[in-house]
């Protein structure tokens, strides 16, 4: 069936016969027609009578400047709305999954700790979870350069409440933590309620997202893709040259490997296609010089305006006047035990002052040789199993772990700063308590365009847009649960 036509209204919703709710959230800046394309590629393999669709609009344009917290809890009811009017003609909802495209895959998230909390899980067999060029870990830039501490003040300060939370300098509730360590607390409801899926997987742009980079939305210490002329880039068989392999993603390239990879890429540019190279360069830097400095001050301007309506938005939401009842929502323990709550709080204080967010130290070190003994007890626990009885999601799952040990241990040689990366004391614990509860992991290459964010999910129907389509055939057809 040719879906490529219909519209987001033709593919929303379900016949009383379908099972099973899927539910996409987009992310910042995002409205509902960004999900397009998922919901094509859903419906191409998903009839109305097996499959009903729910694309979130409540976060639409500017309300996603609201926060995490305020676009959960919206999402939260917008999917309780919809399993109560399925109910009311007559159908039974009896699974569900949940796409997340950027921001929106933590405010999914938040969303999915609600409903854990709230008893509605309880009542569906949770079967996907998916994210898509999520950023697990916030944005902060894990660089130490001068540019690097600018963007992270600057974007913590022009984005409302969401920016604070993405750059974790928030602190959600009473818990004295950033959001995103929050959500990543192995005895917060948000874990619990993840844990539940039955599958959890991911797609992460390699290079050219520099919206949410990889080491945040594959929750990595290490970015093994800052140098691709160092690697051989292995890819999925019959998704070639956009799905990464996540058994054996890359293979790393000795030194003269190394350097006839380089030669034989300079050979492959001919004098005029470099000459044309440096022009391209040359007007663009022109035309940012001249533009730069407008476009920030219009974008400033506008950070303000919507800051201040954002403000006032989620005073009216958190007051319930703006049509939900957040008590229901604001009641609940983030918690299960509180007695946990308090020591997590406690363990997290003393990490948190004991350490620097500038640069990977001690701290680091010491992480990295705990995550390098529980990869290696696991797989040694595997390997005890018969490699014929495993399925293909166990084989991702231990290809993932076998690649993030490799990586840390492939690094040896090199200085510390070189091998992990700068992250902040709550994002090393959030990358282990993220990873202890297993995901298929997806590096995705996008070559035809420099903003690859957009691409991974054909945000827009654009023709150099099209390896997003891959991306999207493949989880359709090789990942998604049904």
């Given at each position: 069936m040719d879906t490529s036509k219909l519209t987001l209204e033709e593919c929303s919703g379900g016949s009383l016969e379908a099972d099973h709710l899927c539910v996409l959230v987009h992310g910042l800046w995002g409205n509902p027609s960004h999900m397009l394309s998922v919901a094509q590629s859903l419906r191409a393999q998903y009839p109305r009578d097996k499959l009903h669709l729910l694309v979130a609009k409540r976060n639409s344009g500017s309300f996603t400047y609201d926060g995490i917290e305020t676009g959960g809890e919206r999402v939260c009811h917008e999917i309780e709305e919809e399993l109560e009017e399925v109910k009311s003609k007559g159908g039974k909802i009896t699974k569900i999954s949940i796409v997340g495209y950027s921001l929106g895959g933590l405010v999914a998230r938040y969303a999915i700790g609600l409903l854990f909390a709230r008893g509605v899980l309880d009542k569906l067999e949770c079967m996907n979870f998916t994210a898509f060029a999520s950023p697990f870990l916030g944005v902060r830039s894990p660089h130490g350069r001068t540019l690097s501490r600018m963007y992270n003040a600057l974007?913590?300060?022009?984005?409302?409440?969401?920016?604070?939370?993405?750059?974790?300098?928030?602190?959600?509730?009473?818990?004295?933590?950033?959001?995103?360590?929050?959500?990543?607390?192995?005895?917060?409801?948000?874990?619990?309620?993840?844990?539940?899926?039955?599958?959890?997987?991911?797609?992460?742009?390699?290079?050219?997202?520099?919206?949410?980079?990889?080491?945040?939305?594959?929750?990595?210490?290490?970015?093994?893709?800052?140098?691709?002329?160092?690697?051989?880039?292995?890819?999925?068989?019959?998704?070639?040259?956009?799905?990464?392999?996540?058994?054996?993603?890359?293979?790393?390239?000795?030194?003269?490997?190394?350097?006839?990879?380089?030669?034989?890429?300079?050979?492959?540019?001919?004098?005029?296609?470099r000459v044309k190279k440096q022009l391209r360069k040359l007007g663009l830097f022109v035309v940012f010089t001249i533009m730069i400095p407008i476009g920030v001050t219009a974008f400033l301007i506008n950070a303000a305006v919507q800051t201040i309506r954002s403000s006032r938005r989620v005073k009216l939401h958190e007051q319930g006047l703006a049509g939900i009842n957040t008590e229901n929502f604001r009641k609940l323990s983030l918690w299960k035990i509180k007695e946990i709550r308090d020591a997590v709080e406690d363990a997290y204080?003393?990490?948190?002052?004991?350490?620097?967010?500038?640069?990977?130290?001690?701290?680091?070190?010491?992480?990295?040789?705990?995550?390098?003994?529980?990869?290696?007890?696991?797989?040694?626990?595997?390997?005890?199993?018969?490699?014929?009885?495993?399925?293909?999601?166990?084989?991702?799952?231990?290809?993932?772990?076998?690649?993030?040990?490799?990586?840390?241990k492939n690094s040896r040689g090199v200085s510390q700063e070189e091998q992990t990366l700068a992250l902040a004391p709550y994002q090393f614990e959030a990358i282990k308590a993220l990873d202890s509860l297993g995901w298929n992991k997806y590096g995705v290459y996008i070559h035809n365009v420099r903003h690859s964010h957009a691409a991974i999910i054909e945000r827009m129907k654009r023709e150099d847009f099209a390896e997003g389509r891959l991306v999207l055939k493949h989880w359709t057809k090789d990942e998604f649960l049904f």
């Amino acid at each position: 069936m040719d879906t490529s036509k219909l519209t987001l209204e033709e593919c929303s919703g379900g016949s009383l016969e379908a099972d099973h709710l899927c539910v996409l959230v987009h992310g910042l800046w995002g409205n509902p027609s960004h999900m397009l394309s998922v919901a094509q590629s859903l419906r191409a393999q998903y009839p109305r009578d097996k499959l009903h669709l729910l694309v979130a609009k409540r976060n639409s344009g500017s309300f996603t400047y609201d926060g995490i917290e305020t676009g959960g809890e919206r999402v939260c009811h917008e999917i309780e709305e919809e399993l109560e009017e399925v109910k009311s003609k007559g159908g039974k909802i009896t699974k569900i999954s949940i796409v997340g495209y950027s921001l929106g895959g933590l405010v999914a998230r938040y969303a999915i700790g609600l409903l854990f909390a709230r008893g509605v899980l309880d009542k569906l067999e949770c079967m996907n979870f998916t994210a898509f060029a999520s950023p697990f870990l916030g944005v902060r830039s894990p660089h130490g350069r001068t540019l690097s501490r600018m963007y992270n003040a600057l974007g913590a300060r022009t984005l409302s409440v969401s920016g604070q939370q993405l750059f974790g300098v928030d602190k959600l509730r009473d818990t004295g933590k950033p959001l995103v360590a929050v959500l990543a607390d192995p005895k917060s409801i948000f874990m619990s309620g993840l844990a539940r899926f039955k599958r959890r997987t991911l797609y992460a742009n390699v290079v050219n997202d520099r919206t949410a980079p990889y080491y945040t939305t594959s929750f990595s210490r290490t970015d093994p893709f800052t140098d691709l002329e160092g690697i051989k880039v292995n890819y999925v068989k019959g998704y070639e040259d956009v799905i990464l392999d996540p058994v054996d993603p890359v293979t790393y390239l000795d030194h003269e490997e190394k350097t006839k990879a380089k030669h034989a890429s300079k050979q492959r540019q001919s004098i005029g296609v470099r000459v044309k190279k440096q022009l391209r360069k040359l007007g663009l830097f022109v035309v940012f010089t001249i533009m730069i400095p407008i476009g920030v001050t219009a974008f400033l301007i506008n950070a303000a305006v919507q800051t201040i309506r954002s403000s006032r938005r989620v005073k009216l939401h958190e007051q319930g006047l703006a049509g939900i009842n957040t008590e229901n929502f604001r009641k609940l323990s983030l918690w299960k035990i509180k007695e946990i709550r308090d020591a997590v709080e406690d363990a997290y204080d003393e990490l948190n002052n004991s350490s620097s967010n500038g640069s990977a130290g001690s701290e680091s070190s010491d992480l990295e040789n705990m995550y390098d003994e529980q990869a290696k007890a696991q797989l040694e626990q595997e390997d005890d199993d018969d490699d014929d009885d495993l399925t293909a999601a166990t084989r991702r799952r231990r290809g993932s772990r076998i690649f993030d040990n490799f990586q840390r241990k492939n690094s040896r040689g090199v200085s510390q700063e070189e091998q992990t990366l700068a992250l902040a004391p709550y994002q090393f614990e959030a990358i282990k308590a993220l990873d202890s509860l297993g995901w298929n992991k997806y590096g995705v290459y996008i070559h035809n365009v420099r903003h690859s964010h957009a691409a991974i999910i054909e945000r827009m129907k654009r023709e150099d847009f099209a390896e997003g389509r891959l991306v999207l055939k493949h989880w359709t057809k090789d990942e998604f649960l049904f």
